[in-house]
């Protein structure tokens, strides 16, 4: 029995309580009304088709919407292009205030975001709230922090005195921004705004499923006051994406690993810059000094939120001997307790997978386990009396490491479980693997826990902490390593690879007749001669 009350309120018929079968978008209504003005956002030209999305809680159609063609694509580029001219002389400050009224209008605006992600994504509402406080967070940061990061900065120069040196910080132009379902506020804003903020124009292609939140979002950006042309949504799947890596001057591409090959590839032939937000295989090592029952609950978040549909979400669990059985104990009811369901409020703990694509891998990599020999201490199931893509948060035992889940992601609610006897070998076992992305370390002793963290080789590490303190921790850089990725988000990492530096080098020695030609022009060996003994007395005075 994974939850009593979801299924005897299956059983029921009440699960969720807010759906009514009539109207399966449930309490915030989609009418004609409201989706209009977000659908009409799309750049979009009649006759490139439609899409129609669905609810993941009810497997009811949700949206239909205009794709956007190969010429509405370019057109939007073209239109953010001019736009950004404009936008990148502006002050940054001026930019900066459009960041904080967003961030405001954001956490103000809530539940209509909050109703449109879930009913998008099928995630349960406190892992859409997640969503919510990161963009308050990001707005907050890169308004805050955005002149400094933009700064201009003074150098040494080659001869003191005479020479000065600035870097200057130059937006790119336009940025595309390519993003998967998972989280669609979060990915349509988390880059876009320290793009923005940089005196860039961004063109987004969410996923088709999520793109009335990343619609919702442009329109949360034209109320903080961003001008037209700025911030565009084009619509559609592979072929858009594709598309879009055509014509901009940066992509900033979320999603699977296969796909950032491909991506990073066409960047590399067009010579643009991309930065690659990609898979993952996450490992959470429990230490033989935890308090167990203290670490469980965290724990049980870092592997189930958002029913593991999260890049930094843990699949793998790595468990010092000594604790496992009682960890293992904890760990197996604390899941089974889980309340699964489709409402749109916060009485559920896990969500619905977000399609039938997501239900095929989690199911194939469960059943290719268990074909293995694997045991399943919890979950191993599909909850159809839940809704059609639910499935139950899983614990896999006895995983065989050829096993798929042992190695891929599975980007689903299934974590596995390995025995370690020493923290060398927790070690050894979370650096197995193409990814690197993310790792949890839990030990009472942080000084441990940091020394293990060291030898990790992953983009973050969480110490007593699943994901959430790396991810809200916005000053710092959030990137992977290995396949995981190329570049970072977050803090100055963001605005580095969205800027280009520029240099520009200024000989002050002309004012008094005295460049690097004067010294040239004493011709023979001098000029050679006094850089020698110059040279010299710089590395004497230990210059930089
Ligand atoms: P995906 O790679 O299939 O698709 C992602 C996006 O790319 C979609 O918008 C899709 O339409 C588009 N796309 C597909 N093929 C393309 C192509 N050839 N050229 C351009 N665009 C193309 O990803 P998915 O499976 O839908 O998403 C889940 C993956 O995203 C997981 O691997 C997850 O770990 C990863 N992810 C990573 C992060 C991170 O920050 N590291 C965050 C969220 C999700």
Redesign the pocket.
């Known amino acids: 029995m994974i939850d009593d009350a979801a299924a005897d309120a299956a059983a029921s018929g009440a699960v969720g309580g807010v759906l009514d079968p009539e109207h399966p978008q449930g309490t915030f209504v989609l009418e004609p009304e409201v989706m209009a003005p977000l659908v009409a956002r799309i750049a979009s030209s009649e006759g490139s088709g439609t899409h129609r999305s669905m609810c993941p809680f009810t497997g009811a159609p949700l949206v239909t919407f205009p794709v956007s063609s190969a010429e509405d694509v370019a057109a939007a580029v073209v239109r953010a292009r001019v736009a950004q001219r404009t936008w990148a002389r502006r002050p940054v400050r001026e930019r900066a205030g459009v960041l904080q009224r967003l961030g405001q209008l954001v956490l103000e605006r809530q539940s209509e975001a909050l109703d449109l992600i879930q009913l998008e994504t099928g995630k349960a509402r406190r892992a859409a709230f997640e969503e919510v406080a990161d963009i308050a967070q990001v707005a907050r940061h890169y308004a805050v922090r955005g002149e400094r990061y933009l700064s201009s900065r003074r150098h040494a120069g080659m001869i003191p005195l005479l020479t000065g040196v600035r870097v200057h910080r130059r937006p790119i132009g336009v940025v595309g921004a390519?993003?998967?379902?998972?989280?669609p506020l979060v990915?349509a804003l988390a880059e876009a705004l320290p793009a923005l903020l940089a005196g860039n124009a961004v063109v987004l292609?969410?996923?088709?499923q999520t793109t009335l939140t990343a619609l919702w979002a442009a329109e949360a950006l034209d109320d903080a006051g961003l001008p037209a042309g700025l911030f565009q949504v084009v619509a559609?799947?592979?072929?858009?994406?594709?598309e879009?890596?055509e014509h901009v001057d940066h992509i900033a591409?979320?999603?699977?690993?296969?796909?950032?090959r491909?991506?990073a590839a066409?960047a590399g032939e067009r010579l643009i810059g991309a930065t690659?937000?990609?898979?993952?295989k996450n490992a959470l090592y429990v230490a033989d000094d935890v308090d167990v029952d203290a670490a469980v609950p965290g724990i049980v978040r870092a592997c189930f939120a958002n029913a593991g549909?999260?890049?930094?979400s843990v699949e793998r669990l790595v468990v010092h001997e000594a604790i496992a059985d009682e960890f293992v104990a904890k760990f197996v009811r604390a899941v089974r307790s889980l309340r699964l369901g489709p409402a749109l409020d916060y009485t559920a703990d896990v969500g619905s997978l977000t399609s039938q694509?997501q239900l095929d891998k989690v199911t194939a990599h469960v059943d290719d386990a268990l074909a293995r020999g694997a045991r399943v201490l919890a979950g191993g199931v599909h909850r159809a009396d839940v809704g059609p893509y639910f499935y139950a948060p899983t614990v896999l035992d006895d995983v065989p490491a050829q096993a798929e889940v042992a190695r891929e992601?599975t980007?689903g609610p299934v974590v596995t479980i390995t025995r370690v006897d020493c923290d060398e070998d927790a070690v050894t076992v979370m650096n197995d693997t193409e990814y690197g992305?993310h790792a949890a370390v839990w030990s009472r002793d942080t000084g441990r826990a940091r020394r293990v963290a060291e030898r990790i080789e992953c983009g973050s590490v969480a110490i007593n902490d699943g994901y959430t303190l790396t991810w809200g921790s916005v000053a710092a850089p959030?990137?992977?390593w290995k396949a995981?990725?190329l570049g970072a988000?977050h803090g100055a990492a963001s605005i580095d690879g969205l800027t280009r530096q520029q240099t520009v080098v200024t000989s002050r020695g002309s004012r008094f007749g005295a460049t690097l030609d004067t010294l040239y022009g004493l011709g023979g060996e001098t000029p050679s001669r006094v850089l020698t003994t110059a040279l010299s007395a710089m590395r004497r005075l230990r210059m930089g």
């Open positions: 390519v993003t998967p379902w998972n989280y990915l292609k969410p996923d088709p559609g799947g592979r072929e858009v994406g594709e879009l890596v591409f979320t999603g699977s690993t296969a796909t950032g491909k991506v066409r690659l937000e990609l898979g993952g549909q999260l890049c930094v694509a992601e980007f992305l959030l990137g992977g995981s990725g988000r």
